[in-house]
């Protein structure tokens, strides 16, 4: 059964510019969330921009990557990032 990841917080969260997966209360800070259906949760950011970017950039720029993935990152890039909070529904 899913959980009300809104009144639940995520021990761990991906960073929707890098997708990492990392700590939320170290790493991640929360630019939104998702309201749908069953699919409720918050979207993360990294805390450190730099690294994140960088990061990116790196897993962009790398012939191992997935094109999936790559496209997903590319279109994260375009996007930027937050500057108000996010809902999605």
């Known amino acids: 059964m899913a959980s009300n990841g809104l009144i639940n917080k995520a021990k761990t969260g991906k960073c929707r510019m890098c997708f990492r997966v990392r700590n939320t209360d170290k790493f991640l800070r929360i630019v ?36 999936i993935k790559r496209c997903h990152l590319k279109a994260a890039q375009k996007a930027g990032r937050a500057n108000k909070y996010i809902v999605i529904v």
């Open 32 to 67: 939104g969330e998702v309201r749908h259906g069953f699919a409720t949760g918050h979207l993360w950011e990294c805390k450190d921009e730099d690294e994140c970017q960088h990061t990116a950039l790196n897993r962009i720029n790398n012939p191992v990557t997935n094109e």
